[in-house]
């Protein structure tokens, strides 16, 4: 069983930053892939970034050149460094993890105001 517990959402004024952290229970390199999506009131949940066990790394055209993912090993946490935020990527955020089952953290909201 794996647990994911995100935080590093909040309210960021167009152009601003923001840090999304997932800290996953257990080794966390026992993980095939570390992911973020997003959600948006009445759209479907979609991938923003997927990060894989040997560093291959997949974007969103969307946010591609703005946001990147990573991971420590250390802290057994990944990340999602969003920076030139729009209001177009408020959305509330959910990491997910890739073992044998899929599991997914409880979501975190970021709203981008113009």
């Known amino acids: 069983q794996v647990q994911l517990v995100e935080s590093g959402g909040g309210l960021v004024q167009a152009g601003g930053s923001l840090r999304l952290s997932c800290a996953v229970s257990?080794?966390?390199?026992?993980?095939?892939?570390m992911g973020w999506y997003r959600q948006a009131p009445g759209n479907q949940r979609e991938l923003v970034a997927r990060?894989?066990?040997?560093?291959?790394?997949n974007y969103a055209a969307s946010v591609k050149g703005r946001f990147t993912i990573s991971r420590d090993y250390a802290k057994s946490t990944f990340y999602l460094q969003m920076n030139s935020l729009k209001p177009e990527d408020t959305a509330v955020y959910y990491c997910?993890?890739?073992?044998?089952?899929?599991?997914w953290g409880q979501g975190t909201q970021v709203t981008v105001s113009s």
């Open positions: 997910n993890a890739e073992r044998v089952n899929v599991y």
């Open positions: 257990g080794d966390i390199r026992t993980i095939n892939v």
């Open positions: 990060i894989t066990t040997i560093g291959i790394t």
